[in-house]
């Protein structure tokens, strides 16, 4: 349940709170020279958690928003605009200021209600602008705090504000990661099975394949005995478990850059992994096999190996792309990291 936030939410920051909120237009990150990761990260927690104070909703839900919204510019970056502030948060000049307003840019709250836009002010200072991650954020949070402060309200207001169950789905699976670590710095990574083991790969990316149709290969094959551990490579949430026809045994990860990582062809997964249970790097999540190619527990069809695929979200579809680099960074960052710690 949502702290109740019925009282709260229709007024924006006032005296001290204000003066603390973002007043002046963003400045564009591009312009700034080196800006510093973890003052930016810093900056985005403590946004979040003003207007969790404002709003009640709690800090890991606008994190969540946010993060989607900067996974859709990343995937989109031709169609979307690079953030210009902190917060990657990116709503179109009519529906900020409303569709007949003649002005798109305009910032006067009554002028935007008159046009049925959602814009409004979030740090006090009277103007509701699209260039203040305050505002921003609090226009957001206004929208979905329309239905009520349940869980399921949360889920209704996302669905209005975004009309895509994708979407709902991945911001409600961002909170769930951010909420377990309580921290927004989850980038770490590692290579899917021990690094030192007896494994090996090459780019298999392209590669034609027949079973059950011709298609190209959509990922990187490393072959590794039968029961070598398979590891998360990511923070994320799974998705999926379960029998493929294709893939055998396999099981899929989302993570926080909505990228959806696929580990195919397992002997087994780890039982006690449920689906929306959230997972780090390195934890073990399977065991390398042969299964797949047919009816559910084929098996030896080929030999063993684990299939890792990497597929980024674009909002209304999903494309797969190499993931030989990552691994082979992934492979290289763990191998001085255990060298420098002997």
Known sequence: MLPDAAAAYESPLQGAQAAQATHAPRTSLAAQSAPDPQALMRQRRGLFEEMSALTGIPWHYLAAIDQYERTLTRANSKTRPAPQGAIAIAIAPERWAGPL??????????????????????????????????????????????????????????????????AVQRVRQFAAIYATYDRLELSEHAFPVPVGSNYSYRSTWGTARSWGGYRIHEGTDIF??????????????????????????????????NIYHYYAHLSGYDKTLEIGEVVKPGQIVGWVGSSGYGKPGTQGKFPPHLHYGVYR??????????????????????RRARKSSR
């Open 313 to 334: 979200d674009r909002g209304l579809t999903e494309w797969a792309f190499d993931p030989y680099p990552m691994l082979h960074q992934w492979e290289q960052a763990e």
């Open 101 to 166: 307003n003649p002005d798109p840019e305009d910032k006067e709250t009554a002028s935007l209600r008159l046009f049925g836009g959602i814009g409004r002010d979030g740090n006090g200072d009277g103007l509701a602008d699209r260039a203040s991650d305050a505002d921003l954020l609090y226009t957001v949070a206004r929208h979905l705090l329309k239905h009520g402060t349940s869980e399921q309200d949360f889920a209704i207001g996302l669905w209005e504000y975004y009309h895509n169950t994708r």
């Open 224 to 257: 590794a005995p039968y029961g070598l551990p398979v590891r998360s490579t990511c923070y994320g949430i799974v998705e999926i478990k379960g029998w493929n026809r294709y893939g055998g045994w396999r099981i899929g990860i989302r993570d926080l850059d």
